[in-house]
């Protein structure tokens, strides 16, 4: 049976088969975050990466996955700091496989097993969690490069 699909408060880009979820307060560097992983995957640090969502995404799980789509009147929207509002092109669908959280209370150097999962909806998704002050962007190519990679 499928959940009603809900609003969070984050941003989502497809990296190759899964979306990364990307969470954090208001100026956390969502948005951020999402363009430069989206302009990682147009200089081939990643194989793949297009935006979702921006700042407001559905979540709905069915058959066990949680799916991430846009909020339908912000699809391919993205906010650029300094540069304003842009368009780009944008995934309608994709199946959540992690989540980054920034600005995390609980980063740490060395994190323990349980803080590098995230449930959201009873679906339980790979983590990382970035201390605030921290540029999120080499840790998250990291993350998702050796996550794609199984390691």
């Keep these: ?27 956390a560097g969502k948005s951020n975050l999402a363009w430069h992983l989206v302009q990682a995957g147009s200089t081939g640090a990643l194989p793949f990466a297009r935006l979702i969502a921006d700042d407001r995404a559905y979540v709905e799980v069915r058959g066990g996955r949680l799916l991430v789509r846009p909020h339908a009147s912000l699809a391919g929207l993205i906010e650029i700091r300094g540069v304003g509002i842009r368009r780009l092109a944008y995934e309608p669908l994709a199946v959540a496989g992690f989540v980054i959280d920034l600005s995390a209370s609980d980063a740490e150097r060395y994190p323990s097993e349980t803080a590098q999962q995230a449930e959201i909806d009873r679906v339980i998704l790979p983590r990382l969690a970035v201390a605030a002050g921290v540029a999120p962007l080499p840790a998250a190519l990291a993350f998702l490069t050796t996550a794609a990679a199984g390691n």
């Excluded at 408060?9 to 088969?17: E, P, Q, T």
């Design 1 to 27: 049976m499928a959940a009603e699909a809900s609003t969070i408060h984050a941003s989502a880009v497809l990296v190759g088969r899964k979306a990364v979820l990307i969470r954090g307060a208001p100026g």
